[in-house]
């Protein structure tokens, strides 16, 4: 196991009769980027406060770099909780460089930190101002200086893109790239699909508090439904009667397919070629999009 990687191991947390997580086991590894998607109510904040002591589990351990996890481990972790929780009626700056400070950072450096973060999320104009007249977005990018300050040696980050406009996603992108090059892991949740994928090098999907799938995203691709686009000499329809060969969709020529192994693939063929030829058969990458819904279905 690489020393500096997370591992959650069985971790259970029940609420009266709800179990809202369920021995749960995943690895956040050194150094990359772990993204933890999951619908509403599939534990992953439960599971965050967790990991960070936030909340005690039922059952199950938290360990980093091999070791259980402690107080002092977690001084140095950085963590965006849900909720949020910075001072409406502080100056932006003061705040920081008081967090700053209560994670060990002299003053001197813990305020040229914080304002060289301000510049890079494009707030440095705004250091003065009280927490409560920026708009929610410019809130949740002080938040994010909150959480990243301080050479964290892991990341724990709970919806850190929400909010975000397109600018601030870039920068907070470019940001993590820095802590994960210094072989911090990260773990953020996200219900952007599309932002996981593009950004993601470890996946964890939960549902109903249990790990539905735990990889990197290309084996998941793997793994899930292989479908194909076939494009025909002529109507397509008579994809619909080859065996092991499901037809998600008939469009004139263009058929999208399941196919359920080489056997099919080659009986399609053959019977393309008694009914006008196959122009065209490309192998399609399930989406994120469509592996979430396939294992969380
Ligand atoms: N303190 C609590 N007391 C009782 N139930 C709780 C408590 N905290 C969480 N739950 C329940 O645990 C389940 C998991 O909630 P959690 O907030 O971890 O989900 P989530 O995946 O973060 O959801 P979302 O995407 O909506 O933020 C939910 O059913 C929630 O209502």
């Known amino acids: 196991m690489d020393n500096d990687s997370l591992e959650v191991r069985g971790l259970t947390r029940t609420f009266g009769d ?3 997580v369920d021995d749960v086991s995943f690895t956040a590894p050194a150094g990359l980027l ?5 619908g509403n109510g599939a534990g992953k904040t439960t599971t965050m406060r967790m990991i960070m002591g936030v909340l005690a ?3 199950g351990e938290v360990r980093f770099g091999g070791d259980p996890v402690t107080r002092t481990a977690r001084r140095a972790f950085g963590y965006m909780p849900e909720e949020r929780g910075l ?3 502080q100056p932006v700056l003061d705040q920081l460089v008081y967090l700053a400070r209560l994670r060990g950072i002299a003053a001197p450096r813990a305020r040229a930190e914080v304002l060289d973060m301000l510049d890079r999320l494009g707030l440095a104009g705004r250091s003065k101002e009280h927490v ?3 708009s929610l977005g410019n809130q949740q990018r002080v938040q994010i200086v ?3 300050m301080g050479t964290p040696r892991m990341l724990v980050l709970d919806e850190p ?3 975000l406009d397109p600018a601030a996603v870039d920068g907070m992108v470019d940001l993590l790239a820095e802590h ?3 072989g911090v892991p990260v773990l953020f949740s996200s219900h952007q699909l599309d932002l996981v994928e593009r950004l993601c090098e470890r996946l964890v999907i939960l549902k109903s508090g249990r790990v539905m799938a735990d990889g990197a995203p290309a084996d998941l691709q793997q793994a899930g439904a292989l479908r194909h686009r076939l494009v025909a000499g002529g109507d397509a329809g008579w994809v619909r009667g080859v065996p092991g060969v499901h037809a998600v969709d008939v469009d004139g020529p263009v058929a999208l397919l399941e196919v359920a192994d080489d056997a099919s693939l080659q009986r399609l063929l053959a019977a393309g070629l008694e009914r006008g030829g196959v122009r065209e058969l490309t192998p399609l990458k399930p989406t994120l999009a469509q592996i979430y819904r396939e294992v969380t279905a």
């Open 34 to 38: 772990t993204g933890f998607v999951g």
């Open 57 to 59: 589990p039922t059952a």
């Open 87 to 89: 001072y409406p009626k």
């Open 146 to 148: 909150a959480a990243l």
């Open 132 to 134: 409560e007249k920026l």
């Open 18 to 20: 709800l179990t809202a």
């Open 180 to 182: 994960t090059a210094r």
């Open 161 to 163: 893109f929400s909010g």
